[in-house]
T-cell receptor, first 112, second 114 residues
Framework: TQLLEQSPQFLSIQEGENLTVYCNSSSVFSSLQWYRQEPGEGPVLLVTVVTGGEVKKLKRLTFQFGDARKDSSLHITAAQPGDTGLYLCARVGGAGSYQLTFGKGTKLSVIP | DTEVTQTPKHLVMGMTNKKSLKCEQHMGHRAMYWYKQKAKKPPELMFVYSYEKLSINESVPSRFSPECPNSSLLNLHLHALQPEDSALYLC?????????????FGQGTRLTVV
């Protein structure tokens, strides 16, 4: 099993602050996805990273895939209360199967 | 329409009851999934259906019985559940095989077994 370790587990910050959360593994990924899940909802895809060293931006969110494709980070600039939620990284199963294996997530609270 | 619709949203059932969870999508996706999410835990895969055939069963107890009547519908039949089965049950769908890009999740059914 290729475990995904996410850190920190919990993060509480003030509105306007910047933050970074991490997703790490000892194994190489062919691709990695980041999802956000709000209470009472299903996860929603934010981004897919595929190429080592890749950087993708989604408004105030910046996603980076490590050069060795074993780790990824999500940086949020000027966090807003609407960013509150559970951030999950996930590996997509290969070899004809397409199930997601999720990390334990980072629970982010942005305080107004 | 990029929605996956799950019903009911909440369900309370006794350990001797039989109930079913329902999931529907009209995106033409041929892969559908059931995930289970306990409180403060990530979603864990239970079943994968591909082209209406069960392709993956992650060693789920037989008291959970999935069914895919057609390409748009996915059911999860529940019988003789235990209190520890209480969780959020998430349905998802996606394109299948090498066309996979992302999984679309429903809002989930919050199940409480009493």
């Amino acid at each position: 099993t290729q475990l995904l370790e996410q850190s920190p587990q919990f993060l509480s910050i003030q509105e306007g602050e910047n933050l970074t959360v991490y997703c790490n593994s000892s194994s190489v990924f062919s691709s990695l996805q980041w999802y956000r899940q709000e209470p009472g909802e299903g996860p929603v895809l934010l981004v897919t990273v595929v190429t080592g060293g890749e950087v993708k931006k989604l408004k105030r969110l910046t996603f980076q895939f490590g050069d060795a494709r074993k780790d990824s980070s999500l940086h949020i600039t000027a966090a807003q209360p609407g960013d509150t939620g559970l951030y999950l990284c996930a590996r997509v199963g290969g070899a004809g199967s397409y199930q997601l294996t999720f990390g334990k997530g980072t629970k982010l609270s942005v305080i107004p | 329409d990029t929605e996956v619709t799950q019903t009911p949203k909440h369900l309370v059932m006794g350990m001797t009851n039989k109930k079913s969870l329902k999931c529907e999508q009209h995106m033409g996706h041929r892969a559908m999934y059931w995930y289970k999410q306990k409180a403060k835990k990530p979603p864990e895969l239970m079943f994968v259906y591909s082209y209406e055939k069960l392709s993956i069963n992650e060693s789920v107890p037989s008291r959970f019985s999935p069914e895919c009547p057609n390409s748009s519908l996915l059911n999860l039949h529940l019988h003789a559940l235990q209190p520890e089965d209480s969780a959020l049950y998430l349905c998802a769908s996606s394109l299948s095989g090498p066309e996979y890009t992302e999984a679309f999740f429903g809002q989930g059914t919050r199940l409480t077994v009493v």
